[in-house]
């Protein structure tokens, strides 16, 4: 779905639609701009089996403990 | 090199993401991550104060642009060595002793020291070294204090990456174009290996490319990972890409797959290209690569006839004996195809209208031109000198509005090797006052030893930094550098990309760290120029910049994730392009005015010595790091704990070496220690030694540096004459003469005489 649409984004009308839809999905606060944001979330979602993106040092990660990263810094 | 946007062409101007529902004590903001050069959307999660958390941008056009060093940076930020307070020489230089000053203490005593020099020796004869990353981001401010003392004297590591490509590119269009990744159907790629944590952004737009059917052509020594997915592999011998490109241009102009109406009505200097191109048949282009001549031909075809096709760039051809001419042969293949500034082929982008740029911020018009003319190297090699970008001022005024535009950083810089030089008493005249903003530059450059000896004999070291690297050891004063974290940045990248991006500021800086932007506002007080730098804060400045498209910076915060304009394309056909001429200069009036041969050519090696009968190359990068910059950080050094040579299975064995062994590989400027790892992808007789290894944890101090004696490449890279391209006066770093040295029970002077080891 994802390079097909890339694909004929070229062709105008649904390149147009697209940015349509990406400018109001970032508002993120109607319904529609809730759909909007869901559908351009979809259409740049690759399949996982093509996901060439996935890492497990990216997909894993959830950041820090404060606590740990002050007793880092101390020396601790 | 920042990425290119994922959408380019419509009418896209503002897109503002909401940050989506954060946890409940944490505070998120958008940021530009600015660990490396891509400038990747993320945000930053904070609890506290502190940011705990990196992540990749919700908006889902940047979703994933997000690598390893981006989301350990909040650890890494927090290492217990950071400097966070100015620290002032108190013993010998290098002698690691330190006392502990105030910033107003450290700027009145540089302010003082400073002054004493510029009127002593001349203003030419302070210097400044700078990355534009990391803490480098000073949007210009460092030229602008230096034009107005007058120093001409500003050097930077994109003179052998990117900033040298673009000014290069220059000389023959009048611009440095950008590759549509979006629309193109043909990528090629020359050395350059974009990969999920390296070059995040570029990788993905190649995938994707790839999946929607571009095909992907891969020139490198090396089969890369690149080189696997692609439809051709040319394995090309190290630094031979000039001459494919002669191939290619065989090729394509035999077989007349060139773009005739766009070479007849906006090209100049075809016929003597076309002689010139003659003297390249296949075989002999074969002979100089290394390829199999129908493969040289397949490739050519197939980026002549698939197109739109871009040839992005790459940091390879950058390094090489003949960079200029490779760069001007890109430059050349792209034009003569018909794809420059169209949909899907290399574009124009131009600038912004509304917003202050980088360069207007340099004002490089109020250095004089006498002192213009002083810059060092300019004479030899001024390819990227205000001297060799002289005549396109006009055109630039003519075509993009305005007189300097330093794409990239790159296009008036001084000669790194003649700054060294300088340096250490052996220039035109003595460099007496060095500072180094956000970057590393002893290790950073070619022939680290004659860098070693010019910081030695200076009077002023300045360097603002987040560690003790090699360089900072040898300071006056090492001055706490804030980290992107800690600081707001506005993007205008770097005027090479038509998008202008804010960057919030996440947490308040550590310690007593300041921006790079701050400490040029110090410096110009310090000097008793304060009326140079009349912004009272960083948020006044962005707002000045911004003044135009009618936005405070925090207005462009909240309502913008980047601003662009929709693309135009075919621009010349108004305007010209920015050159002389107004044409496309295949034979460059620019570098004829100054010398040098207005057609490409190819410089061949010279011949071997006997003594060092291997070749390196030097300047990969490895996942965790970026540059110098990284090895203190626990989960990243795990990854890629100690500096590993590559090379084939037959070379090994040649040399008798094993995988883990260590040993020196060594040529006439020195030896570094390496530890072996045999890979299937290297060629025979060709080692990959990493870039940039010091150990922060080792001994500090001068003759030791923390290992960067030991281990760092930059001592191994010839400055020259013939391992120098001419017209840049930069460093072939792609194929220098080497050996291995066994290490075994043999004293070091056994160990290193070049008849110790016996070759099999």
């Excluded at chain 2, 540089?110 to 803490?135: F, K, M, P």
């Excluded at chain 2, 190290?238 to 109406?261: P, Q, R, T």
């Excluded at chain 2, 390196?616 to 970026?626: I, K, L, Q, S």
Aim: one cysteine or more; hydrophobic letters at 35%; proline letters at 6%.
């Amino acid at each position: 779905m994802l390079f097909r649409l890339l694909n004929i984004f070229r062709a105008g009308v649904i390149g147009k639609i697209m940015i349509m839809l990406a400018d109001a999905g970032a508002r993120n606060r109607t319904i529609f701009e809730r759909i909007a944001r869901f559908i351009v979330g979809r259409v740049f979602t690759v399949p996982k089996q093509d996901d060439f993106m996935a890492d497990a040092y990216v997909d894993n990660d959830e950041g820090f403990d404060l606590e740990e990263l002050r007793r880092y810094q101390s020396g601790k | 090199m920042p990425a290119p946007m994922p959408i380019g062409e419509e009418a896209l101007k503002h897109t503002k993401p909401v940050i989506r529902d954060a946890r409940p004590g944490v505070v998120s903001k958008r940021a530009l991550c600015q660990t490396c050069d891509m400038q990747c959307s993320v945000v930053t999660e904070s609890v506290d104060g502190q940011v705990v958390r990196v992540r990749s941008s919700d908006n889902p056009i940047f979703r994933d642009h997000i690598c390893m060093k981006a989301i350990i940076s909040p650890k890494g930020f927090v290492h217990p060595d950071r400097v966070l307070h100015p620290m002032k020489r108190v013993g010998e230089r290098g002698s690691n002793k330190w006392e502990r000053v105030s910033w107003e203490e450290a700027m009145a005593d540089i302010g003082a020291r400073l002054n004493d020099i510029v009127e002593e020796h001349g203003a030419e004869s302070w210097a400044v070294s700078t990355s534009q990353w990391n803490t480098g981001t000073d949007h210009g401010l460092g030229r602008r204090v230096m034009n107005h003392v007058g120093s001409p004297n500003w050097i930077s590591g994109v003179a052998l990456c990117a900033g040298n490509t673009a000014a290069v590119n220059r000389l023959t269009y009048g611009w440095f174009p950008l590759g549509d990744f979006h629309s193109t159907k043909c990528i090629v790629l020359f050395g350059h290996n974009p990969r999920r944590h390296s070059w995040t952004m570029i990788y993905n737009y190649i995938r994707l490319a790839q999946a929607r059917g571009a095909k992907l052509i891969v020139l490198d020594p090396r089969e890369s990972s690149s080189a696997m997915r692609a439809d051709i592999h040319l394995p090309l011998k190290a630094g031979s890409d000039a001459a494919m490109m002669f191939g290619w241009l065989k090729v394509i102009m035999d077989e007349g797959l060139y773009d005739k109406k766009f070479v007849k009505e906006w090209c100049i200097g075809f016929e003597e290209l076309r002689e010139r191109v003659n003297e390249f048949p296949l075989e002999r282009v074969a002979k100089l690569t290394g390829c199999d001549p129908e493969m040289i031909a397949k490739a050519a075809r197939m980026y002549a006839t698939e197109g739109p096709s871009i040839i992005p760039w790459t940091p390879i051809t950058d390094m090489q004996r003949n960079s200029t001419s490779g760069i001007r042969l890109q430059s050349i293949l792209r034009a003569i195809c018909g794809y420059i500034d169209v949909r899907g082929g290399d574009t124009f982008q131009g600038l912004v209208s509304g917003i202050v740029n980088d360069s207007q911020v340099e004002m490089h018009e109020v250095l004089p031109q006498e002192q213009k003319m002083k810059q060092l190297g300019s004479e030899d090699h001024p390819a990227y000198t205000y001297r060799g970008q002289e005549a396109l001022r006009e055109p630039m005024k003519r075509v993009w509005g305005h007189e300097y535009i330093n794409q990239v950083v790159g296009c008036y810089m001084a000669n790194p090797p003649s700054v060294f030089k300088a340096m250490a008493g052996e220039g035109p005249y003595p460099v007496k006052a060095f500072f180094a903003l956000g970057n590393n530059p002893l290790m950073s450059y070619s022939n680290m030893n004659r860098i070693l000896k010019g910081l030695m004999k200076q009077e002023l070291i300045v360097v603002q930094e987040h560690f003790m690297t090699p360089t900072a050891q040898l300071a006056d004063y090492v001055l706490p550098g804030d980290t992107w974290h800690e600081r707001p940045w506005l993007s205008d990248l770097f005027e090479w990309i038509g998008f202008v991006r804010p960057s919030e500021q996440s947490m308040e800086p550590m310690g007593e760290a300041k921006s790079t932007w701050e400490f040029w506002k110090l410096l110009a007080n310090a000097i008793g120029k304060p009326e140079i730098i009349p912004w009272n804060n960083i948020y006044e400045f962005y707002d000045y910049r911004l003044k135009g498209i009618g936005k405070t910076f925090q207005e462009f915060c909240d309502t913008t994730d980047v601003h662009f304009e929709p693309i135009k394309y075919r621009k010349y056909e108004k305007t010209g392009f920015a050159t002389p001429s107004g044409k496309v200069e295949l034979k460059s009036s620019i570098l004829e005015d100054l010398g040098f041969d207005g057609l490409p050519y190819f410089r061949e090696d010279p011949p071997m010595p006997k003594e060092y009968p291997l070749k390196m190359f030097t300047g990969v990068r490895e996942d965790p790091y970026f540059q110098t910059g990284g090895r203190h950080i626990p989960e990243m050094r795990a990854r890629s704990p100690e500096p590993r040579a590559f090379l084939s299975t037959k070379t090994a064995n040649d040399w008798n070496v094993e995988t883990d062994e260590w040993v020196d590989v060594s040529n006439e400027l020195g030896a570094v220690r390496v530890q072996i790892e045999i890979h299937a992808s290297m060629p025979d007789d060709l080692l990959r030694i990493p870039h940039g290894w010091w150990k922060p944890e080792m001994e500090r101090g001068a003759g030791k540096l923390s290992g960067a004696l030991m281990y760092s490449d930059a001592q191994l890279c010839r400055d020259d004459p013939e391992y120098l391209d001419s017209e840049q006066g930069i460093p072939h770093l792609k194929g220098i003469p080497c050996r291995i040295n066994k290490l075994n029970t043999q004293s070091d002077e056994e160990r290193l005489d070049p008849h110790a080891v016996p070759v099999t």
